[in-house]
Protein backbone atom coordinates (compact mmCIF):
# COMPACT_ATOMS: atom_id res chain seq x y z
CA UNK A 1 0.00 0.00 0.00
CA UNK A 2 1.24 3.38 -1.25
CA UNK A 3 0.01 6.21 0.79
CA UNK A 4 -0.06 9.54 -0.61
CA UNK A 5 1.38 12.63 1.05
CA UNK A 6 -1.04 14.32 3.78
CA UNK A 7 0.24 17.20 1.72
CA UNK A 8 1.65 18.88 -0.68
CA UNK A 9 4.88 19.70 1.90
CA UNK A 10 8.38 18.61 0.42
CA UNK A 11 9.28 15.33 1.57
CA UNK A 12 11.05 15.19 4.82
CA UNK A 13 14.26 12.78 5.25
CA UNK A 14 16.03 11.89 7.92
CA UNK A 15 20.27 12.44 7.90
CA UNK A 16 21.95 10.04 10.22
CA UNK A 17 25.46 10.28 11.08
CA UNK A 18 26.28 6.38 11.49
CA UNK A 19 29.07 4.76 13.70
CA UNK A 20 28.03 6.01 17.39
CA UNK A 21 26.98 3.45 19.93
CA UNK A 22 23.31 3.77 20.81
CA UNK A 23 23.11 4.40 25.21
CA UNK A 24 20.68 5.02 27.29
CA UNK A 25 16.98 4.03 28.76
CA UNK A 26 14.09 4.95 26.33
CA UNK A 27 9.90 4.24 27.09
CA UNK A 28 7.60 2.00 24.49
CA UNK A 29 4.76 3.67 23.51
CA UNK A 30 1.38 1.81 23.42
CA UNK A 31 1.26 -1.03 20.52
CA UNK A 32 -0.30 0.64 17.43
CA UNK A 33 -1.80 -2.75 16.54
CA UNK A 34 -3.82 -3.20 19.19
CA UNK A 35 -5.00 0.15 19.42
CA UNK A 36 -6.07 -0.18 15.71
CA UNK A 37 -8.78 -2.82 16.58
CA UNK A 38 -9.83 -1.52 19.67
CA UNK A 39 -10.41 1.76 17.90
CA UNK A 40 -12.76 -0.27 15.47
CA UNK A 41 -14.44 -1.69 18.19
CA UNK A 42 -15.52 1.61 19.84
CA UNK A 43 -18.27 1.23 17.75
CA UNK A 44 -19.46 -1.50 19.25
CA UNK A 45 -20.39 0.15 22.87
CA UNK A 46 -23.12 2.07 23.86
CA UNK A 47 -21.52 5.40 24.78
CA UNK A 48 -17.72 6.31 24.58
CA UNK A 49 -15.01 4.48 25.43
CA UNK A 50 -11.64 5.77 26.13
CA UNK A 51 -8.37 3.94 25.14
CA UNK A 52 -5.24 5.06 26.79
CA UNK A 53 -1.25 4.59 25.73
CA UNK A 54 -3.02 5.40 21.77
CA UNK A 55 -0.02 6.00 20.43
CA UNK A 56 0.20 9.40 17.86
CA UNK A 57 1.01 7.90 14.65
CA UNK A 58 -0.20 7.79 10.43
CA UNK A 59 -2.60 4.95 10.99
CA UNK A 60 -4.32 5.89 13.96
CA UNK A 61 -4.68 9.48 12.41
CA UNK A 62 -6.44 7.65 9.23
CA UNK A 63 -8.59 4.86 11.32
CA UNK A 64 -9.65 8.43 13.29
CA UNK A 65 -10.85 9.33 10.13
CA UNK A 66 -12.25 6.59 8.67
CA UNK A 67 -14.57 6.54 12.11
CA UNK A 68 -15.39 10.32 11.65
CA UNK A 69 -16.82 9.51 8.28
CA UNK A 70 -18.75 6.81 10.43
CA UNK A 71 -20.45 9.02 12.74
CA UNK A 72 -18.27 7.92 15.43
CA UNK A 73 -16.55 10.80 17.48
CA UNK A 74 -12.63 10.75 17.75
CA UNK A 75 -10.62 12.84 19.85
CA UNK A 76 -7.70 13.28 22.30
CA UNK A 77 -8.80 14.20 25.81
CA UNK A 78 -6.40 16.64 27.60
CA UNK A 79 -5.22 13.86 29.50
CA UNK A 80 -4.04 11.67 26.22
CA UNK A 81 -6.75 9.28 26.08
CA UNK A 82 -8.40 8.71 23.25
CA UNK A 83 -12.17 8.90 23.24
CA UNK A 84 -14.29 6.95 20.65
CA UNK A 85 -18.21 8.10 20.81
CA UNK A 86 -20.58 6.74 18.30
CA UNK A 87 -23.64 8.70 17.55
CA UNK A 88 -26.36 5.99 17.11
CA UNK A 89 -28.59 8.45 15.32
CA UNK A 90 -25.86 8.43 12.69
CA UNK A 91 -25.96 4.40 12.74
CA UNK A 92 -27.04 4.69 8.83
CA UNK A 93 -23.50 6.09 7.99
CA UNK A 94 -22.19 2.57 6.95
CA UNK A 95 -19.24 3.11 4.45
CA UNK A 96 -15.87 3.19 4.88
CA UNK A 97 -14.16 5.04 1.47
CA UNK A 98 -11.39 3.53 -0.61
CA UNK A 99 -9.82 7.08 -0.34
CA UNK A 100 -8.76 6.42 3.44
CA UNK A 101 -8.94 2.20 3.42
CA UNK A 102 -6.52 2.44 0.63
CA UNK A 103 -4.14 4.19 2.86
CA UNK A 104 -4.38 1.93 5.51
CA UNK A 105 -5.38 -1.66 5.05
CA UNK A 106 -6.25 -1.83 9.22
CA UNK A 107 -9.34 0.36 8.41
CA UNK A 108 -10.69 -3.23 7.21
CA UNK A 109 -11.14 -3.55 11.27
CA UNK A 110 -14.46 -1.48 11.36
CA UNK A 111 -16.21 -4.83 9.05
CA UNK A 112 -16.99 -6.46 12.15
CA UNK A 113 -17.59 -3.92 14.17
CA UNK A 114 -20.14 -2.18 12.39
CA UNK A 115 -21.72 -5.32 10.69
CA UNK A 116 -22.62 -6.54 14.21
CA UNK A 117 -23.78 -2.99 15.36
CA UNK A 118 -25.06 -1.46 12.84
CA UNK A 119 -26.59 -4.56 10.67
CA UNK A 120 -24.61 -3.03 7.66
CA UNK A 121 -20.82 -2.02 6.14
CA UNK A 122 -19.61 -1.21 2.98
CA UNK A 123 -15.86 -0.74 3.01
CA UNK A 124 -13.65 -0.67 0.44
CA UNK A 125 -11.82 -3.77 -0.66
CA UNK A 126 -7.92 -3.14 0.97
CA UNK A 127 -6.05 -4.36 -1.88
CA UNK A 128 -2.87 -5.23 -1.56
CA UNK A 129 0.66 -3.22 -0.39
CA UNK A 130 4.28 -3.13 -0.53
CA UNK A 131 4.56 -6.37 1.28
CA UNK A 132 2.64 -8.58 -0.83
CA UNK A 133 -0.52 -9.97 -1.48
CA UNK A 134 -3.05 -9.92 1.52
CA UNK A 135 -6.55 -11.12 0.57
CA UNK A 136 -9.33 -10.64 3.00
CA UNK A 137 -10.88 -14.03 2.12
CA UNK A 138 -11.02 -15.51 5.46
CA UNK A 139 -12.70 -12.27 6.97
CA UNK A 140 -15.69 -12.58 4.35
CA UNK A 141 -15.93 -16.14 4.69
CA UNK A 142 -16.48 -16.19 8.32
CA UNK A 143 -19.23 -13.04 8.32
CA UNK A 144 -20.54 -14.76 5.49
CA UNK A 145 -21.04 -18.54 7.61
CA UNK A 146 -22.80 -16.54 10.26
CA UNK A 147 -25.27 -15.17 8.21
CA UNK A 148 -23.86 -12.02 6.81
CA UNK A 149 -24.75 -11.31 3.09
CA UNK A 150 -21.75 -10.21 1.17
CA UNK A 151 -21.66 -8.55 -1.70
CA UNK A 152 -18.25 -6.92 -3.72
CA UNK A 153 -19.62 -4.33 -5.79
CA UNK A 154 -17.56 -1.80 -7.46
CA UNK A 155 -14.80 -2.27 -5.24
CA UNK A 156 -16.48 -2.32 -1.71
CA UNK A 157 -17.16 -5.34 0.71
CA UNK A 158 -21.04 -5.18 0.81
CA UNK A 159 -22.30 -7.00 3.93
CA UNK A 160 -25.41 -6.66 5.67
CA UNK A 161 -27.22 -8.98 8.36
CA UNK A 162 -30.18 -8.33 10.34
CA UNK A 163 -28.31 -10.04 13.63
CA UNK A 164 -25.26 -12.60 13.21
CA UNK A 165 -25.87 -15.57 14.24
CA UNK A 166 -22.72 -17.81 15.92
CA UNK A 167 -21.41 -20.96 14.49
CA UNK A 168 -17.73 -22.77 13.93
CA UNK A 169 -15.12 -20.88 11.59
CA UNK A 170 -11.83 -20.57 11.40
CA UNK A 171 -9.38 -17.98 10.74
CA UNK A 172 -6.16 -19.82 9.34
CA UNK A 173 -5.15 -19.77 5.78
CA UNK A 174 -2.43 -21.24 3.98
CA UNK A 175 -0.16 -18.79 5.75
CA UNK A 176 -1.29 -19.14 9.49
CA UNK A 177 -3.98 -17.55 11.29
CA UNK A 178 -4.99 -14.11 10.46
CA UNK A 179 -4.07 -11.47 12.59
CA UNK A 180 -7.36 -8.31 11.40
CA UNK A 181 -9.56 -11.44 10.62
CA UNK A 182 -9.30 -12.36 13.95
CA UNK A 183 -9.93 -9.09 15.24
CA UNK A 184 -12.92 -8.65 12.93
CA UNK A 185 -14.64 -12.12 13.82
CA UNK A 186 -14.28 -11.37 17.50
CA UNK A 187 -15.47 -8.10 17.37
CA UNK A 188 -18.49 -9.46 15.47
CA UNK A 189 -19.40 -12.13 16.94
CA UNK A 190 -19.91 -10.41 20.48
CA UNK A 191 -23.07 -9.49 19.13
CA UNK A 192 -24.19 -12.08 17.17
CA UNK A 193 -27.00 -14.53 18.78
CA UNK A 194 -25.78 -17.67 20.31
CA UNK A 195 -22.27 -19.34 20.39
CA UNK A 196 -19.41 -18.68 17.87
CA UNK A 197 -16.11 -20.62 17.59
CA UNK A 198 -12.83 -19.47 16.32
CA UNK A 199 -10.86 -22.09 15.34
CA UNK A 200 -7.36 -21.51 14.18
CA UNK A 201 -7.54 -17.73 15.62
CA UNK A 202 -4.67 -15.24 16.00
CA UNK A 203 -3.04 -15.87 19.34
CA UNK A 204 -0.92 -12.46 18.76
CA UNK A 205 -0.67 -10.30 22.62
CA UNK A 206 -2.71 -7.89 20.22
CA UNK A 207 -5.79 -10.13 20.35
CA UNK A 208 -5.55 -11.01 23.68
CA UNK A 209 -5.54 -7.35 24.29
CA UNK A 210 -8.45 -6.35 22.57
CA UNK A 211 -10.34 -9.37 23.51
CA UNK A 212 -9.71 -8.36 27.20
CA UNK A 213 -11.36 -4.83 26.08
CA UNK A 214 -14.27 -6.76 24.91
CA UNK A 215 -14.75 -8.66 28.09
CA UNK A 216 -14.69 -4.94 29.67
CA UNK A 217 -17.39 -4.22 27.87
CA UNK A 218 -19.60 -7.02 28.40
CA UNK A 219 -18.75 -9.56 26.16
CA UNK A 220 -18.24 -13.18 26.87
CA UNK A 221 -15.18 -14.91 25.82
CA UNK A 222 -13.00 -17.61 26.61
CA UNK A 223 -9.96 -18.97 25.13
CA UNK A 224 -8.06 -15.80 24.72
CA UNK A 225 -4.58 -16.62 24.06
CA UNK A 226 -4.65 -20.21 22.73
CA UNK A 227 -6.43 -20.98 18.69
CA UNK A 228 -9.70 -21.67 20.09
CA UNK A 229 -12.24 -18.58 21.01
CA UNK A 230 -15.96 -19.03 22.04
CA UNK A 231 -17.70 -16.44 22.45
CA UNK A 232 -21.31 -16.04 24.00
CA UNK A 233 -23.20 -13.23 22.23
CA UNK A 234 -24.79 -11.19 24.07
CA UNK A 235 -27.39 -7.98 23.48
CA UNK A 236 -25.54 -4.99 24.17
CA UNK A 237 -22.17 -3.75 25.18
CA UNK A 238 -21.33 -0.90 26.81
CA UNK A 239 -18.62 1.81 26.68
CA UNK A 240 -15.25 1.57 29.02
CA UNK A 241 -11.64 2.81 29.43
CA UNK A 242 -9.05 0.38 28.45
CA UNK A 243 -4.97 0.27 28.38
CA UNK A 244 -3.69 -0.42 25.57
CA UNK A 245 -0.60 -3.22 25.68
CA UNK A 246 2.77 -1.68 24.97
CA UNK A 247 3.98 -1.97 21.60
CA UNK A 248 6.26 -4.98 21.17
CA UNK A 249 7.39 -4.12 17.61
CA UNK A 250 8.81 -1.06 18.33
CA UNK A 251 10.44 -2.31 21.87
CA UNK A 252 12.04 -4.67 19.35
CA UNK A 253 12.89 -2.41 16.73
CA UNK A 254 14.77 -0.35 19.64
CA UNK A 255 16.41 -2.86 21.00
CA UNK A 256 17.65 -4.21 17.63
CA UNK A 257 18.96 -0.73 17.38
CA UNK A 258 21.28 -1.07 20.36
CA UNK A 259 22.97 -4.47 18.83
CA UNK A 260 23.38 -2.59 15.55
CA UNK A 261 25.35 -0.01 17.37
CA UNK A 262 26.63 -1.91 19.34
CA UNK A 263 25.30 0.05 22.13
CA UNK A 264 24.00 -0.70 25.76
CA UNK A 265 20.38 0.41 25.47
CA UNK A 266 17.40 0.14 28.27
CA UNK A 267 13.62 0.09 26.89
CA UNK A 268 11.54 0.47 29.45
CA UNK A 269 7.62 -0.46 30.07
CA UNK A 270 7.65 -2.83 27.70
CA UNK A 271 6.18 -7.17 28.46
CA UNK A 272 9.35 -9.34 27.59
CA UNK A 273 6.83 -12.17 27.47
CA UNK A 274 5.38 -10.69 24.21
CA UNK A 275 9.07 -10.36 22.70
CA UNK A 276 10.57 -13.47 24.58
CA UNK A 277 11.89 -15.25 20.64
CA UNK A 278 13.54 -11.87 19.62
CA UNK A 279 15.32 -11.71 22.85
CA UNK A 280 16.09 -15.33 22.62
CA UNK A 281 17.49 -14.91 19.05
CA UNK A 282 19.33 -11.56 20.41
CA UNK A 283 21.63 -13.73 22.59
CA UNK A 284 22.14 -16.18 20.20
CA UNK A 285 23.24 -13.76 17.98
CA UNK A 286 25.67 -12.58 21.05
CA UNK A 287 23.75 -9.40 23.01
CA UNK A 288 23.69 -9.74 27.09
CA UNK A 289 19.85 -9.55 27.12
CA UNK A 290 18.50 -8.50 30.78
CA UNK A 291 14.85 -8.01 32.27
CA UNK A 292 14.31 -5.50 35.57
CA UNK A 293 11.56 -5.12 36.88
CA UNK A 294 11.09 -1.10 36.73
CA UNK A 295 10.53 0.58 40.29
CA UNK A 296 8.18 2.80 41.22
CA UNK A 297 9.24 6.05 41.51
CA UNK A 298 12.89 5.08 41.65
CA UNK A 299 15.55 6.26 39.96
CA UNK A 300 17.22 3.41 38.13
CA UNK A 301 15.86 -0.52 37.76
CA UNK A 302 16.79 -3.69 39.73
CA UNK A 303 17.55 -6.61 38.46
CA UNK A 304 15.21 -9.52 38.07
CA UNK A 305 15.44 -13.15 37.77
CA UNK A 306 16.91 -13.33 33.84
CA UNK A 307 14.54 -14.89 32.08
CA UNK A 308 11.12 -14.12 29.38
CA UNK A 309 9.25 -16.57 30.41
CA UNK A 310 5.98 -17.57 32.50
CA UNK A 311 6.10 -13.40 33.21
CA UNK A 312 2.32 -12.08 33.83
CA UNK A 313 1.95 -10.84 30.43
CA UNK A 314 0.73 -7.39 31.49
CA UNK A 315 3.45 -6.05 34.24
CA UNK A 316 5.78 -4.04 32.19
CA UNK A 317 9.22 -4.12 32.80
CA UNK A 318 12.39 -2.78 31.87
CA UNK A 319 15.09 -4.67 28.72
CA UNK A 320 18.01 -3.97 28.82
CA UNK A 321 20.27 -5.21 25.61
CA UNK A 322 24.40 -4.14 25.34
CA UNK A 323 26.49 -5.82 22.74
CA UNK A 324 30.22 -5.52 22.49
CA UNK A 325 31.04 -7.19 19.18
CA UNK A 326 29.72 -8.22 15.64
CA UNK A 327 26.84 -10.20 16.10
CA UNK A 328 27.27 -13.82 15.19
CA UNK A 329 24.90 -15.14 11.90
CA UNK A 330 21.81 -17.20 12.39
CA UNK A 331 18.94 -18.58 10.82
CA UNK A 332 16.25 -16.97 11.43
CA UNK A 333 12.02 -18.01 10.51
CA UNK A 334 9.24 -15.23 10.78
CA UNK A 335 6.13 -16.80 12.10
CA UNK A 336 3.08 -16.08 13.92
CA UNK A 337 3.15 -15.19 17.72
CA UNK A 338 4.67 -16.79 19.74
CA UNK A 339 7.36 -16.63 16.58
CA UNK A 340 10.29 -13.90 15.87
CA UNK A 341 7.65 -11.78 14.17
CA UNK A 342 7.01 -10.65 10.30
CA UNK A 343 7.29 -6.96 11.73
CA UNK A 344 10.74 -6.93 12.44
CA UNK A 345 12.28 -9.66 9.86
CA UNK A 346 13.58 -6.58 7.86
CA UNK A 347 15.46 -5.07 11.42
CA UNK A 348 16.75 -8.65 11.96
CA UNK A 349 18.57 -8.54 8.17
CA UNK A 350 19.99 -4.99 8.74
CA UNK A 351 21.45 -6.37 12.11
CA UNK A 352 22.62 -9.82 10.12
CA UNK A 353 23.81 -7.72 7.56
CA UNK A 354 26.72 -6.77 10.04
CA UNK A 355 27.25 -10.43 10.94
CA UNK A 356 29.93 -12.41 11.37
CA UNK A 357 29.37 -14.77 8.35
CA UNK A 358 25.97 -16.02 6.66
CA UNK A 359 22.64 -16.28 7.83
CA UNK A 360 19.50 -17.01 6.40
CA UNK A 361 15.73 -15.19 6.55
CA UNK A 362 12.66 -17.17 5.39
CA UNK A 363 9.00 -15.06 6.33
CA UNK A 364 6.34 -17.30 5.88
CA UNK A 365 3.59 -15.14 7.10
CA UNK A 366 4.33 -12.52 3.88
CA UNK A 367 6.77 -15.14 1.57
CA UNK A 368 7.51 -11.63 -0.25
CA UNK A 369 8.62 -8.93 2.21
CA UNK A 370 11.95 -8.34 1.13
CA UNK A 371 11.49 -4.75 -0.62
CA UNK A 372 14.51 -3.08 1.92
CA UNK A 373 16.92 -6.09 0.45
CA UNK A 374 17.30 -3.67 -2.55
CA UNK A 375 17.66 -0.44 -0.29
CA UNK A 376 19.96 -2.52 2.10
CA UNK A 377 22.22 -3.25 -0.70
CA UNK A 378 22.76 0.80 -1.11
CA UNK A 379 24.66 0.43 2.25
CA UNK A 380 26.66 -2.17 1.35
CA UNK A 381 24.67 -5.08 2.29
CA UNK A 382 25.23 -8.46 0.57
CA UNK A 383 21.50 -10.26 0.40
CA UNK A 384 20.13 -12.55 -1.97
CA UNK A 385 16.51 -13.02 -2.16
CA UNK A 386 14.83 -15.77 -3.91
CA UNK A 387 11.81 -17.91 -3.39
CA UNK A 388 11.25 -16.53 0.24
CA UNK A 389 14.22 -16.61 1.43
CA UNK A 390 16.82 -14.47 2.06
CA UNK A 391 20.84 -15.07 1.80
CA UNK A 392 22.97 -12.84 4.01
CA UNK A 393 26.46 -12.59 3.67
CA UNK A 394 27.91 -10.63 6.44
CA UNK A 395 30.11 -7.41 5.70
CA UNK A 396 32.22 -6.04 8.27
CA UNK A 397 31.09 -2.16 7.24
CA UNK A 398 28.39 -1.04 5.80
CA UNK A 399 28.49 2.91 4.46
CA UNK A 400 26.03 5.67 4.16
CA UNK A 401 24.49 6.15 1.18
CA UNK A 402 20.49 7.89 0.16
CA UNK A 403 17.83 5.27 0.47
CA UNK A 404 14.08 4.74 0.48
CA UNK A 405 11.83 3.58 3.10
CA UNK A 406 9.26 1.47 0.90
CA UNK A 407 7.15 0.81 3.56
CA UNK A 408 6.82 0.93 7.45
CA UNK A 409 9.27 -2.00 8.59
CA UNK A 410 11.71 -1.51 5.24
CA UNK A 411 11.81 1.92 7.04
CA UNK A 412 12.77 1.18 10.11
CA UNK A 413 15.58 -1.18 8.99
CA UNK A 414 17.54 1.16 6.68
CA UNK A 415 17.53 3.76 9.92
CA UNK A 416 18.76 0.89 11.95
CA UNK A 417 21.45 0.46 9.19
CA UNK A 418 22.40 3.85 8.73
CA UNK A 419 22.80 4.19 12.73
CA UNK A 420 25.68 1.08 12.05
CA UNK A 421 26.87 2.85 8.73
CA UNK A 422 30.05 4.65 8.34
CA UNK A 423 29.43 8.12 6.83
CA UNK A 424 26.20 9.59 6.73
CA UNK A 425 23.05 8.16 5.48
CA UNK A 426 19.46 9.94 4.29
CA UNK A 427 16.16 8.10 4.70
CA UNK A 428 12.99 9.66 2.61
CA UNK A 429 10.12 7.75 2.39
CA UNK A 430 9.22 8.74 6.43
CA UNK A 431 5.47 8.99 5.85
CA UNK A 432 5.65 4.96 5.89
CA UNK A 433 8.05 5.28 9.10
CA UNK A 434 5.39 7.78 10.94
CA UNK A 435 2.36 5.61 10.02
CA UNK A 436 3.92 2.96 12.67
CA UNK A 437 6.42 4.67 14.84
CA UNK A 438 5.81 6.81 17.54
CA UNK A 439 8.81 9.62 16.82
CA UNK A 440 11.42 7.29 16.12
CA UNK A 441 14.10 9.60 15.38
CA UNK A 442 13.26 11.45 18.80
CA UNK A 443 13.35 8.28 20.95
CA UNK A 444 16.90 7.36 18.97
CA UNK A 445 18.42 10.88 19.41
CA UNK A 446 17.42 10.91 23.00
CA UNK A 447 20.11 7.44 22.93
CA UNK A 448 22.99 9.71 21.30
CA UNK A 449 21.85 8.91 17.56
CA UNK A 450 23.27 11.53 14.96
CA UNK A 451 19.85 11.95 13.65
CA UNK A 452 17.82 14.29 12.62
CA UNK A 453 14.59 15.55 10.25
CA UNK A 454 15.05 17.93 8.02
CA UNK A 455 11.99 19.05 6.90
CA UNK A 456 12.64 19.49 2.94
CA UNK A 457 15.16 18.68 0.43
CA UNK A 458 14.99 22.32 -0.77
C1 LIG B 1 -1.43 -7.95 10.90
C2 LIG B 1 -0.63 -6.78 11.38
C3 LIG B 1 0.67 -6.66 10.59
C4 LIG B 1 1.43 -7.99 10.64
C5 LIG B 1 0.53 -9.14 10.25
C6 LIG B 1 1.18 -10.49 10.48
C7 LIG B 1 -2.30 -5.22 12.17
C8 LIG B 1 -3.02 -3.95 11.98
N1 LIG B 1 -1.44 -5.58 11.23
O1 LIG B 1 -1.75 -7.72 9.54
O2 LIG B 1 1.45 -5.61 11.17
O3 LIG B 1 2.51 -7.93 9.74
O4 LIG B 1 -0.68 -9.14 11.03
O5 LIG B 1 1.58 -10.62 11.81
O6 LIG B 1 -2.46 -5.88 13.18
N2 LIG B 1 -4.37 -14.03 4.77
C9 LIG B 1 -5.18 -14.78 3.97
N3 LIG B 1 -6.53 -14.49 3.96
C10 LIG B 1 -7.07 -13.50 4.72
C11 LIG B 1 -6.22 -12.76 5.56
C12 LIG B 1 -4.87 -13.05 5.57
O7 LIG B 1 -4.73 -15.68 3.26
O8 LIG B 1 -8.30 -13.29 4.67
C13 LIG B 1 -2.91 -14.31 4.79
C14 LIG B 1 -2.06 -13.10 4.44
O9 LIG B 1 -1.86 -12.97 3.07
C15 LIG B 1 -0.77 -13.38 5.20
C16 LIG B 1 -1.25 -14.12 6.43
O10 LIG B 1 -2.54 -14.62 6.12
O11 LIG B 1 0.08 -14.22 4.44
C17 LIG B 1 -1.33 -13.27 7.69
O12 LIG B 1 -2.02 -12.07 7.40
P1 LIG B 1 -2.83 -11.28 8.51
O13 LIG B 1 -2.54 -11.85 9.85
O14 LIG B 1 -4.27 -11.18 8.10
O15 LIG B 1 -2.20 -9.84 8.42
P2 LIG B 1 -2.94 -8.53 8.87
O16 LIG B 1 -3.95 -8.88 9.90
O17 LIG B 1 -3.37 -7.78 7.67
Redesign the pocket.
Known sequence: MTPTPLSNEPAAFLRIGGGRALRGQVAVAGAK?AA?PMMAAGILGRGATWLEGVPELGDVEILGRVLQTLGVAVGREPDGRLRIEPDDRRAGQVRAGYELVRRM??SFCVLGPLLARRGRAEVALPGGCAIG???????LAALAAMGATIEIEHGYVVASARRLVGTRVSMT?????????TANVLSAATLARGETTITGA?V?P?IVDLGRMLVAMGAKIDGLGTPTLRIEGVDTLSGITHRVIPDRIEAATLLLAAAITQGDVTVTGCVPEHIAAVLETLRAVGCKVEVYNEETGGTGVSPVENTFHGQDARATQAVRVSMSDRPRSIDIVAK?YPGV???VQAQWMALLALADGTSTIQDR??PGRFMHVAELARLGARIEATDGRAVISGVDRLSGADVRATDLRAGAALVLAGLAAEGQTTVTGLEHLDRGYERLDSKLASLEAQIERVDSIA
Open positions: NLRADRPVDLHGPRGPSVTGAEEPPTDVF
